[in-house]
């Protein structure tokens, strides 16, 4: 059993720091003053949609790990109160 807590242990790890990689990746929805200064570039096409595929595809992966974050948690947790 004490394998297992070390495996359980070592993906909330892992998982954590995906999560803080994830969402410091994600842009910022905010676009007051920046979205000024950038300028013509949101003019074209490209420019109004080119993070949007990117942004959509993190978002997809940020709530499938917070998901298998919060099970695994879940799981230690219900595992580690039968023993004591």
Do not use: H, W
Not at 20 to 30: E, G, T, Y
Not at 63 to 71: G, R
């Amino acid at each position: 059993m004490l394998v297992l807590q070390y495996v359980l242990g070592g993906a909330l790890i892992l998982m954590a720091l995906a999560l803080v990689v994830l969402v410091l990746l994600q842009s910022s929805k905010d676009k007051r003053l920046s979205g000024t200064i950038s300028g013509g570039s949101s003019d074209t096409y490209y420019g109004q949609n080119k993070g949007r595929d990117r942004d959509k595809i993190l978002s997809r992966i940020t709530l499938v790990v917070a998901i298998l974050f919060v099970a695994v948690l879940v799981t230690a947790y219900v595992l580690i109160a039968r023993q004591g």
